[in-house]
C-alpha cells in the first residue's frame, strides 16, 4: 500500500497554491476613499452583485507578491528534481542485491532469535 502522492500531484497542487494567492485577492473588496463603506456592485447575468473593486489589479502587480510566486515556482522545481533524484537512486538500490542468500538466512536466524540490543550492539562492535 502506497501512503504518498505522486510528484504530478505535489506539483498540480503547488501550482494551485501559487494561482489562489493571486485569485484570493479577488474577494477583498475596496472601500471608498475614506469611509468603511463597500464600493458599489454591478448587476450580473442574473442580477447577482459583482464586485468589481478589488484589490486583484495592485496584488497581481505587486512586485513582492511576484517575486513570492517565482519563489514557489522555484522551491516546487527543486523540490520535484529532489524526489526525481532520490526515487531514481532508491530504484537503483533496490536493484542490488545487499545480501546473498547465505548471509540473508544468517541475518534472518538472528532475528528469529529476538536478540537484545546490547547483544546486536556487542557483535556489531567486532565489525567497527
Request: charge should be neutral.
Amino acid at each position: 500500500m502506497n501512503n504518498n502522492p505522486p510528484l504530478p500531484e505535489i506539483e498540480t497542487i503547488l501550482k494551485k497554491l501559487i494561482d489562489n494567492i493571486l485569485e484570493t485577492s479577488k474577494s477583498f473588496w475596496r472601500w471608498k476613499d475614506g469611509t468603511c463603506i463597500f464600493c458599489e456592485t454591478n448587476k450580473g447575468p442574473n442580477d447577482e452583485p459583482i464586485q468589481k473593486h478589488t484589490f486583484f489589479e495592485e496584488i497581481i502587480d505587486n512586485p513582492i507578491i511576484i517575486q513570492v510566486c517565482f519563489s514557489i515556482g522555484d522551491i516546487k522545481k527543486k523540490c520535484s528534481d529532489k524526489v526525481r533524484n532520490f526515487k531514481e537512486m532508491w530504484e537503483d538500490d533496490r536493484k542490488k542485491h545487499l545480501f546473498d542468500n547465505k548471509n540473508k538466512l544468517a541475518v534472518e536466524k538472528i532475528v528469529d532469535k529476538n536478540p537484545t540490543t546490547t547483544y546486536l550492539e556487542l557483535k556489531m562492535s567486532y565489525y567497527k
